[in-house]
């Protein structure tokens, strides 16, 4: 009965995207000679394969554009002409909208860990899945910001989530030191998740818990290194706490609710055709406690990260990287504080661009939960083995259609106590959608 | 390990139904929108064309949007990234950024091909306040004699000086490029 609601599911999934591939033909005529560009092609008159050998993915010269605070050197004739040099004012609010939407057939099911109780629905309109508004322009000649905020991401309407946003400074007192300010994710030293091809993310990083923060990043090129070090609130980007012992209605808040903040940092290299690094971070992080950990504790535990990373390529349109990290969480959970809690976990993926039409990714996740396994958490699910294999073909530079499809090579666990966690359904899914930028 | 129990993994073929939809919807696409090629034409015809990946030819001819920016470069070639290059024998050689315009309604470029000693310089139109004091430094002494393509020519000369000394921009000098020619052009 399954397998037979199964095909039937693949086979009304094959029927929607031919209508989505259909009307994104009729869109892609209709748009032959529309100019639809991001911010920076818009500011710099350039085509958006300046800086994207596919979007979002970044090509040598982006690479450098966002290295080079995120600007050309004739920024300032893209401002508006006042006659007063002290005066780079944007000559347009300078905004770009990035939307996706989707549709996914897919195994996985909502499951309370407390109760068992399911949800389930094998095939769901993701659509809008993302709306994102993203604003950037240099303001002086050291000066750059950039931020983004997100309107319904992933069903979530009625919320406006800001992620990165930063100010940036370049060549700090002339010391060839760049300084970023602000809200970033940390793991953006490596692969910055927002440019990957695939919709499926880099779980390690989330689980890891190396994404948005606030805090500093100082980096420095020094002969064939680039060094970077920053620090970190360490609480995420939700929480806030309002300060109010100097007494009533003060306005400021508080984003992080303890003194300890968490330091990180790469030594990345050029090693011949590879772009190697070492990444490493310690700081301090809530304690899990109530059911199937759910909760957050009273104690600050101990938090230790050890990377590798490496990318190339193995032709020029065939783009590799890899990434693996190393986890301690000591004393993590409450039901056992005198434990430490180690485990591991990574990526791997190919990105194949054979033209200006289509780009075919590969992405393989695999974390192993180790200390976290058979702990009757939440955490057990940190464990993960699947193969992601994605094709996108580009309407226009800023248009694409994909068709994702994900292999999971985990078995299903069962609860080994009370609370229903772990990996108790497959998350196979197929995805056909539309990603967007202009 | 244990196979995967995916849908597609057994039943393969409604997935290659979906990709061969896309593929298939792709290909019509693709012979139908044609995106991201830049044709250059010059005056003379027959330059040759350089471009950051080296000759891309002579005049008049179509490059692909990706030979202009292509994924990976020579750091020792990245000034060339975004530009085209026009040699021709007997001209001065012109170097153009390449605009979404120009990838839009193709690029015209007319090359300053007369190779008698430089004349006086005349301003160019548009040359913005600030360049112009740089720019009258390059005036030589007036020559009542020298013709139309001289003056013409010594403009053109200051001009990518001043563009090269980062006074001006390419936005910049390409507009006051295109002013010289034209009155050149409909003063000949």
Redesign the interface.
Known sequence: MLQRNVVNMFWALARVAALLLAGAALLAISTRSASAMPEFARRYNLSCAACHSAFPRLNQFGEHFAANNMRLPNWMETSKQLGDTRLALPDHVPLAVRAQAYVQARDGKTIDPLTGATQYAATDFQAPYLVKVLSSAPLSENITYYFYAIFAEKGENGTVLVEDAWFSYANLFRTGIDMMLGQFQISDLMFPREVRLPFQDYMVYRMAGITYDRGVLFSRGAGPFNLDLGFTNGNGINGNLKINSPGYGRPDRMFDNDSSKTVFGRIGAELGPVHAGLFGASGKQRSATGPAGLLGGARDTDKRIFGLDASGQFSPNVYWYVQYLWNAWDGFLDADPARNYHWNGGFAGIDWIPNDRWAFSALYNRDNAGDLARTNTIYEGIAMNSLTLTSSYYFMRNVKGIIELNFDFLDKTRPVGPYFVGHLDKENYILVGFDTAF | ??A????????AW??A???A??AA??G???Q??K??TLRIASVPAGASVELVGGAAGVTPLAV???D??????SDAR?DM??MVLLRHPGCAPLRHRV???D?EQGLQLRLACDTAAAGPLEAPPELSPAALPAAQSFTAAPRPGATLPQRRLRQLQVLQELLDDGLI????EQRIRRRILQAGSSGD
Do not use: F, Q
């Open positions: 390990m244990r995967p129990t995916c849908p597609c993994w057994r039943h409604p997935c139904v979906a990709l939809l896309l919807s792709g019509a696409l693709a139908g929108v995106v991201g692909s949007e990706r202009i920016y292509p994924n990976h470069y990245a990234y975004g605009t979404l315009g990838i921009g390419p936005d910049e």
